[in-house]
């Protein structure tokens, strides 16, 4: 009998733009055939977009642990929560050179195998102008339109009786 095979999934984004000098939290999260174990590992890797090599960036093993040299010491803190399978991390003060890709893996003995997340990271200058901010600055635009609209209207209005209440008057004067 074939039994199925035990297997770690790991979810991230596929990309990820951030702002020089800002924080950044890189979500990851896992699935898993297995309940969580004490022995699950989860190791968070960095190789640079010159594809020189993986650099460590974070790990996790019972408990969080820094690195204690490299680019990312002190840099970088555990975001995660074992429990609701997520083990995120944040990166402080986003530099130009940390732009490349970042690789998330988990192991859950006897889960061992799976796949390994990647994110790639673009830092850039400035974020650039996006659907989302298309869409405030429409939806902006359309209500400070609809309040002009709205104004509008009730002034003509007022100014509709008050010519109104006049006429009566003068009609009233000469009767």
Request: with cysteine; hydrophobic share 40%.
């Amino acid at each position: 009998a074939l039994w199925p095979a035990a297997a770690v999934e790991v979810y991230t984004s596929k990309e990820v733009d951030a702002v020089n000098g800002t924080n950044l939290r890189l979500k990851c999260t896992f699935s898993s055939s297995s309940p969580i174990s004490q022995d699950l590992t989860v190791t968070w890797n960095f190789q640079p977009e010159d594809l020189s090599s993986h650099e460590p960036v974070f790990c996790y093993l019972k408990e969080p642990y820094e690195l204690p040299t490299g680019r990312f010491k002190e840099r970088v803190t555990w975001d995660g929560n074992i429990e609701r399978h997520d083990v995120s991390i944040v990166i402080w003060n986003l530099q130009p050179t940390d732009n490349g890709t970042f690789t998330c893996q988990v192991k859950n003995p006897p889960d061992v195998y799976g796949t390994i997340g990647e994110v790639r990271l673009r830092v850039v200058q400035k974020v650039p102008f996006s659907e989302i901010h298309f869409l405030a600055v429409a939806i902006g635009s359309a209500s400070v339109l609809m309040i002009i609209v709205v104004t509008v209207v009730i002034i003509c209005r007022y100014r509709r009786k008050k010519a109104q209440e006049k006429r009566i008057e003068v009609a009233d004067a000469e009767l």
